[in-house]
């Protein structure tokens, strides 16, 4: 059984970082695309950063590159998303997810494995 569980989130004030954490279970993890994706309040997920799983790749949302880096750890089963410079329009719930043997799209619906989501709120 897949599982994709994430941590790191929290309440910290605008230009703060943190670094979050997706731990994968379940799978051969290196065979994965892995993502992350955020969801605010009354909005659509939406697609932040993701990380090729043969290339190695990354790839970022205009709204977040420069302040995110994302990176995995393969023989962790680990995905980090490090944010600095956090704004409060960063504030949503944020998403792991996987994606076998296939290249990294930013739709939602293409992935095929999913985490609970951590928090993420940033005060002003």
């Known amino acids: 059984q897949v599982k994709l569980v994430e941590s790191g989130g929290g309440l910290v004030q605008a230009g703060a970082s943190l670094r979050l954490s997706c731990a994968a279970s379940?799978?051969?993890?290196?065979?994965?695309?892995m993502g992350w994706f955020r969801q605010a309040p009354g909005k659509e997920r939406e697609f932040v950063a993701a990380i090729g799983w043969n290339s190695g790749r990354t790839y970022y949302a205009d709204s977040v590159k420069g302040r995110v880096t994302l990176s995995r750890d393969n023989d962790k089963n680990t995905v980090y998303l490090q944010m600095n410079s956090l704004k409060p329009e960063d504030t949503a719930v944020y998403y792991c997810?996987?994606?076998?043997?296939?290249?990294?799209?930013?739709?939602?619906?293409?992935?095929?494995?999913w985490g609970q989501g951590t928090q993420v709120t940033v005060s002003s």
């Open positions: 997810a996987g994606r076998k043997f296939a290249a990294v799209v930013t739709t939602t619906q293409a992935w095929d494995y």
């Open positions: 379940g799978l051969t993890f290196s065979s994965y695309s």
